[in-house]
């Protein structure tokens, strides 16, 4: 009895140093009170300056940054393998499209043509969601922009070699042909609406409700209600070869050039654009410098807070608003905001935006998948010393490893305290 319960002791003992040992290493995780900063000087030069040396130590086709002071640019760096790139350039930005449509959609709730929380069908004559057993009329716009719909589709876009090869918006809705591998590629509700689950095919969803409901293409309505009236010229969902605009190369991660890829879903990751026009775009979030109104009288200050409001957390984490990311919170309760972009041949895009000090980071590259978004992120720990949701993520596989090694060494002194233990206790028996 007595051997039973020294057993269920150590036992205890260790699952509470277990315990202890994980909330140990997740919470120094989420703090980053181990990391280190990209540089330990507070100016802007010495960030460029580590900026620089990344770029210099990481294969990178194409890379444009722009860093925001209170709103205004403070600083612009260019770094190119082939044909220059310069302010103007314009990128495939991937993911990060998804952001610029969601203020497309808010202007549609915000003039009443769309309701946040009526289900989508209401609107939809060309294509509804296939039948499931769970209740499609939960799918409303406010879910779809916040990935909580319940769509199981997975994508993920791989994209079309030609114009004349793009599939139509309804059949890519029903199954999408260039749909990355080991995804269904099917839009339909998979799982209860209303739990977090990140899908492509939300988007494409909306780009078909954006045009059912305005009667335009989802391009022009785009180009009209937002590009155009926030100068943002160089920004379109489809690209024109006789724009008289630069379109960045393309390169693959061994360095090779790599092909220029077309997109049905524009909505969800086909946005081409500059830092110049990114940096409308950021401003847009503020108060100009000749006191213009936030939002830019394109859509009200209000609308554009709400887009920042919890409506999806993960693993306790509040982590998506309305169309946006929520990296983390700032000091006052709000959120530095944004979207990171990805896609294969390596595109990686990146905008972090601090809403209470005007404040950012807007990161586009081709020929590596995951430095523009390292670099945001490492700019919101330089600055906040806080650990963003997405360098947090990139941190998993650290810190599983450190959590298993820490659990193997806390199991092996555990045991061989016990052995110890019991052979001190067998001695005097014996004695």
């Known amino acids: 009895m007595k051997t039973t319960k020294r057993i269920l002791k150590y036992l205890a003992i260790t699952l509470f140093a ?13 703090n980053g009170w181990w990391r280190e900063s990209i540089t330990n000087e507070s100016d802007i030069k010495s960030f460029i300056h580590a ?41 495939q930005v991937a993911s990060l499209s998804k952001w610029v449509s969601a203020v497309g959609v808010m202007k549609l709730v915000e003039n009443g043509k769309l309701d946040l929380d009526v289900p989508v069908s209401t609107y939809l004559t060309r294509w509804q969601l296939p039948e499931s057993k769970y209740n499609n009329d939960k799918v409303t716009v406010r879910r779809l922009l916040s990935h909580t719909a319940g769509l199981t589709d997975g994508l993920g876009y791989s994209g079309f070699e030609s114009e004349e090869s793009i599939q139509e918006l309804e ?37 078909l409700l954006v045009e059912e409901v305005s009667g335009e293409s989802f391009t022009s309505y785009m180009k009209n209600t937002i590009f155009e009236p926030l100068n943002m010229n160089y920004s379109n969902y489809k690209w024109n070869e006789d724009s008289g605009y630069k379109l960045v190369e393309f390169y693959n991660d061994d360095g090779s050039e790599a092909k220029h890829y077309r997109y049905t879903s524009l ?40 887009m920042r409001e919890v409506h999806a957390t993960s693993l306790g984490m509040d982590i998506w608003g309305l169309g946006t990311i929520l990296y983390t919170k700032t000091d006052n309760g709000d959120f530095i905001i944004g979207h990171d972009g990805k896609s294969t041949p390596p595109i990686n895009t990146a905008v972090r935006l601090n809403p209470e000090t005007g404040d950012g980071i807007i ?34 596989d650290k810190m599983k490893s450190i959590i298993g090694r820490g659990v193997i060494s806390i199991v092996i002194l555990s045991i061989l305290m016990g052995v110890i233990r019991y052979r001190k206790k067998y001695a005097k028996r014996t004695k």
């Open 18 to 30: 277990i315990a202890l040992w994980i909330v140990t290493v997740v919470s120094s995780t989420m």
């Open 267 to 306: 909505a969800a990751t086909s946005l081409y654009t500059s830092i110049s026009d990114l940096e409308l775009f950021f401003q847009f979030f503020m108060k100009g410098k000749n006191n213009e109104p936030i939002g830019r009288n394109v859509l009200k200050p209000e609308t554009l807070k709400s």
């Open 171 to 207: 059949a890519s809705l029903t199954n999408a042909a260039d749909a990355d591998k080991g995804v269904s590629g099917v839009v339909e509700v998979g799982v209860e609406p209303g739990e977090f689950k990140y899908s492509g095919g939300g988007f494409t969803l909306l780009q």
């Open 363 to 396: 990161v586009l590259e081709t020929g590596n998948s995951d430095l523009a978004t390292k670099l945001a992120s490492e700019w919101v720990f330089w600055k906040t010393k806080k650990v963003d949701v997405i360098l947090f993520a990139m941190s998993e």
């Open 51 to 91: 900026v620089n040396d990344e770029v210099k130590n990481q294969f990178v086709g194409n890379f444009a940054m722009a860093t925001i002071n209170n709103g205004k640019v403070e600083a612009e760096i260019f770094h190119t393998a082939g044909t220059v790139v310069d302010r103007n350039t314009v990128f």
